[in-house]
């Protein structure tokens, strides 16, 4: 059994989610637009700068991102984080092509 809204798994006779107060389901519903995401990088850089312009325009255009690295950034100050910057495969071309601004720019 799986709550709808937060994945939570529970055993056979359960039949509402504890967190969110709603009917459980025998099968998760299957996403309806999101294949699994493959995802590939378009921006390596530990320039926390060029990152943070990166996500900016990322954003702005639209592009679903993840960035690698920032999850554990806050956590070791004292070294240099490295950050990847990865995009959905489809939307791999756009994404570069916006992102040259910012290797013209360096």
Do not use: N
């Amino acid at each position: 059994m799986f709550c709808p809204q937060c994945g939570a798994q529970y055993r056979e006779g359960f039949m509402e989610c504890s967190d969110c107060r709603v009917p459980l389901v025998a099968e998760m519903p299957k996403a309806s637009g999101d294949p699994d995401l493959d995802l590939v990088t378009v921006l390596e850089s530990g320039d926390r700068l060029m990152i943070a312009a990166a996500k900016s325009l990322l954003d702005e255009a639209g592009i679903p991102f993840w960035v690698l690295g920032d999850e554990i950034a806050p956590r070791i100050l004292h070294l240099i984080p490295w950050f990847r910057v990865q995009v959905g495969r489809d939307h791999k071309t756009e994404a570069l092509a916006l992102l040259q601004t910012l290797s013209e720019a360096d």
